[in-house]
């Protein structure tokens, strides 16, 4: 069963910065797309940003300049560089998988990661 880790959340000050770690039990080279997700209290799981195995990138509008996803596939992590971060990025993060033209995630959730952003 591939398994998910997420890590590297934390509490920061508005303006701070987090790096964000999704390590997986499992190659992930020919996995299409990573994603990053984001569940705020309250509200239901949004899209963050993608990665694909062909190396392109995309981001929800709210994180665009701010947001940097990659993913080492030799390692089967994929990284989220969040800098100038917001009190409304605050969240529980989660990473996943899906395949090419599908919007359904292939993997388990795992845990999450909390991001706080607070003053």
């Known amino acids: 069963q591939v398994q998910l880790v997420e890590s590297g959340g934390g509490l920061v000050q508005p303006g701070g910065s987090l790096r964000l770690s999704c390590a997986a039990n499992r190659h992930i080279g020919s996995i299409y797309a990573m994603d990053w997700y984001r569940q705020a209290p309250g509200k239901q799981r949004e899209w963050v940003a993608v990665t694909t195995y062909y190396g392109t990138t995309n981001y929800e509008d709210s994180v665009k300049g701010r947001f940097t996803v990659s993913r080492d596939n030799a390692n089967n992590t994929v990284y989220l560089q969040m800098t100038s971060l917001k009190p409304e990025d605050t969240a529980v993060y989660y990473c996943?998988?899906?395949?090419?033209?599908?919007?359904?995630?292939?993997?388990?959730w795992g845990q999450g990661t909390q991001v706080t952003v607070s003053s």
């Open positions: 996943n998988g899906r395949t090419s033209g599908s919007s359904v995630v292939i993997f388990a």
